[in-house]
Every structure is written in C-alpha cells, then in structure tokens.
C-alpha cells in the first residue's frame, strides 16, 4: 500500500458513513477492521428491529445528548434524523416512524441496509471511487514514522496514507470489535481522552430491607422474577446538580439488580451519582397512575378475611414481580402498616451499588474529547488524523440517537478529511 489513499481505520457506521463520502467526492479510501465482515455491531442492533433514529422536533433530539449537544448541534444540523431517512431511502429501504416516534426500516432488518449500504460503496455512480475493504486487520497503534500498524493474519504489516481516520468505537460489546484497545495509543500521541464508562447500561443493588447489609436480591427473589419485566412504572432520581429526574416506562429485573430502556434512560445520571457519591437511589413508583392518597385509601380499605396479596390484588393490580419485590424489601411488620405500604408503593428507595461492566453497556460514554480536535474532527496535535463515532466523547440514550450521531460524525469527519486533503495540497 503507498500513501495515495486515505485510511479508515473501523468498519462500523461511522468508518463506513466517512468512506461514502469520501468516495462519492473522488477520494480513494482503504478501509480496515479487525472483523472478519464490516457491520458487526450494526447489525447486531437490528436483530431486535433496527432503530434508525427519533422522529421527535429537531430541538428536542438534540437535548438528547446531554453536556455534548452543543458540540453534535452541527454535526446533527448537517446529516439529522431527515437525512439520515432520505440516506436511506436513496439505498432504497423504506423507513416508517412507530408509534413510540422511532424510526425503523419498513422491513425492520439491519442486513438489508447493510448490503445496498456496502454494495454502493463497492461500486459507487459513475463520480465515485470504489472503496477497498481490508478484514482481519487490528490496528497497532502507529509507528515512529507515522505508518498504521495492522495484525493480520499473515503477520504484521505497515501502511501509510494521506490522512488517517479513526472509527473503532468506544468499549461496548468487544466481542465484535469495539474494545476500547485504542485509548492508551492516542493518549501516548499527546491526545486528551476521557476514560471510557459504561452508557445505557444495567446496574447492581443493594440487598434490600429486610435482606440489607450485603449486595444483591435475595436467593428467592433472584430465582423467580430475574430476567422478568416491571411494567407500566416510573423511577426518579437526582442529579449531580440537584435537578430531580422522573421518567416512565419499563425496566427488567437482572440476577444482580436491574437494567432495560427506562434504567439506561437514566443510567449517565445514575453513574455520576455513583462516582461522586459511592452509591445511587432511585425511587420506584410501582402505580404511576394512582395518586398517593388513592393509593393510601385502597391499601388501608377493610380487606376482611382475604389474604394481603389477594386485597393488594383486587383493589390496586398489584401481582407478580411488584408484589414479590414490596415483600422483598419491606419487612413484616411494613406490609402490615397501611401508611408505609402505601408510601412503598409510591416510592420504593433501591440502592444502586455500581454500573454494570462497560463490555456489557449498549454503548460507553468517554472517548476522544472534542476539545483535542478541531472543527473537523480533526486531532490538533496531529495533522491528518480524525477522529468520528463512539471514540468521541459524547453518549446518549437509546432510541436512535446513538446511530444517528454515529453516522453524522462520520459524514462530518468525511467532510473534514476532505477539507484538509484539499487545503493542504494532498488532495488528488
């Protein structure tokens, strides 16, 4: 390989999103990732439906990103929710917005994208460069002459390029690539990085109530409801800041305390809380639909010969893993006291002990800050190297946020990539 090309370093959305654009401008791109196939993680995303993006007003997708929205807002003006709909409909998938206004591809699948994706940029319009996949490739890091270093399965080899983009995502899911393995090599190149943590993740408990002192459910609990749904209930927490946080939804019991979309939609609060404090409290609201005096007055009403459960049953819904996780944390003498049943119910504490391990996050927050780099995703103390996707500090809940800022950096990084080729007379 000589140095008339530029180099990809990443086959997710991001690598592949900067390669189109570089393509489609002229630009010969190698790409290279350390799978056997590109998309990986991609399509691991879509096995459950792909979750394209949110189909919520502009201004409120970009609050979704928290402490980085206004380093995204450009990024997200140029390749947002719209665009990445129209992107899609150019490879010819349909998409449809759900009733919860996320967007999917009308089939719901992440492989049929994928191939149009990676057939177009194989054999781009008639103004494109085809674009040149290397597999098995792991990057090294660099050598002392700026060369990448690559493991392949034929040993190690060198390759130098005309500028060098890095895509190789954050710590999440390293089985299929993104490991993480990157951050002491940029940090070694004079590069500012966040530590990466786990973002929409899970988190462990602690033992609660009448189980408290240690960590964990207790057996009983852990052995009947992990793995079983909280439905139709709020959590409520507080950030670092003071600003109380309530969202509704639904959560999953885990064998080590909880996770599913209404926990990652809190989970970066909860994580700093975590940080500075050693430990979280969230408040659960089992009956998001009932008032507190309500409540009271139904868990307080004569119940005569029937049982607790029976009386909690009738009168308020409440069976299953709601009922099971009130005797879980309360003692006897509490499910007896219509007062403090009732404020249980309403407001259940559960301490949170730690995050789940970042390998088992959805996504990670950390990563490149954007401080290091310039308006192009560019890192300031080395000319020609970008930066795009979930190497950059930057997180937000799922939903389709995460894809969307993904590919728009990387079309942005593209863009950037180009510029530079352009202003510093390296363009062909």
């Known amino acids: 390989m000589n140095d008339n090309t530029v180099a990809i370093v990443g086959g997710g959305p991001a690598g592949l999103m900067a390669a189109e654009v570089l393509s489609r401008a002229g630009t010969a791109v190698d790409l290279y990732d350390a799978m056997p196939s590109v998309g990986r993680k991609f399509l691991l995303a879509g096995k459950g439906g792909l979750n394209l993006t949110h189909a919520e007003p502009f201004e409120a997708f ?29 490879l010819g998938i349909a998409t449809f917005v759900g009733s919860s206004r996320r967007v999917f591809p009308t089939d719901m699948k992440a492989a049929p994208l994928l191939r149009a994706w990676l057939q177009r ?3 781009p319009a008639p103004c494109g460069v085809p674009v040149r996949f290397h597999m098995r490739h792991r990057w090294l890091g660099l050598s002392p002459d700026g060369a990448l270093r690559f493991a392949t399965p034929e040993g ?22 993104s490991d993480g393995a990157w951050q002491p090599w940029l940090r070694a190149l004079g590069v500012d990085v966040a530590a990466l943590a786990p973002a929409n993740c899970g ?12 960590e964990g459910w207790s057996a009983l609990f852990r052995e009947r409801w992990a793995g079983q749904p909280f439905k139709t209930v709020a ?20 064998a080590t305390g909880i996770e599913g979309s209404l926990v990652y939609a809190l989970s970066s609060v909860l994580r700093d809380r975590i940080a500075r404090d050693g430990s979280a409290t969230l408040t659960l609201d089992l009956l998001p639909d009932r008032d507190a005096a309500r409540v009271l007055a139904d868990v307080a009403h004569p119940r005569g010969s029937r049982s607790l459960s029976s009386h909690l049953k009738g009168r308020l819904g409440l ?8 005797h879980e944390c309360l003692d006897r003498e509490a499910m007896h006291s219509a007062p403090r049943l009732a404020q249980a119910i309403k407001a ?8 789940r391990p970042v390998a088992e996050a959805i996504s990670s927050a950390g990563g490149v800050r954007f401080e290091a780099l310039d308006e192009g995703l560019m890192v300031r103390a ?42 510093s007379g390296r363009a062909t």
């Not at 609050?63 to 997200?76: D, I, M």
């Not at 988190?203 to 408290?212: E, K, N, T, Y």
């Not at 504490?349 to 730690?354: A, H, S, V």
């Open 62 to 90: 970009v609050t979704r990103f928290g402490a980085r929205a206004a380093s995204l807002r450009p990024l997200l003006e140029a390749f947002g929710p719209a665009q990445l709909r129209d992107w899609c409909e150019g």
């Open 121 to 123: 940029l194989r054999h």
């Open 156 to 177: 190690e080899r060198a390759v130098q390029a005309r500028a060098v983009l890095l895509a190789l995502g954050g710590a999440s899911w390293p089985r299929l690539g």
């Open 203 to 214: 988190f462990d408990v602690a033992a609660a109530g009448v189980h408290g002192g240690g």
């Open 235 to 254: 959590l409520g927490t507080e950030d670092l800041a003071g600003r109380h946080h309530t969202l509704r939804g639904e959560f999953v019991a885990t």
């Open 319 to 326: 069976d299953g893993i709601k009922l099971a996780l009130l």
């Open 348 to 355: 259940l504490p559960l301490t949170l002990l730690r995050p």
């Open 382 to 423: 080395r000319p020609g190297l970008f930066v795009a996707g979930e190497m950059l500090d930057w997180e937000a809940p799922t939903g389709g946020y995460l894809l969307t800022a993904t590919m728009a950096s990387g079309a942005w990084a593209g863009q950037g990539v180009q510029r530079w080729l352009q202003s």
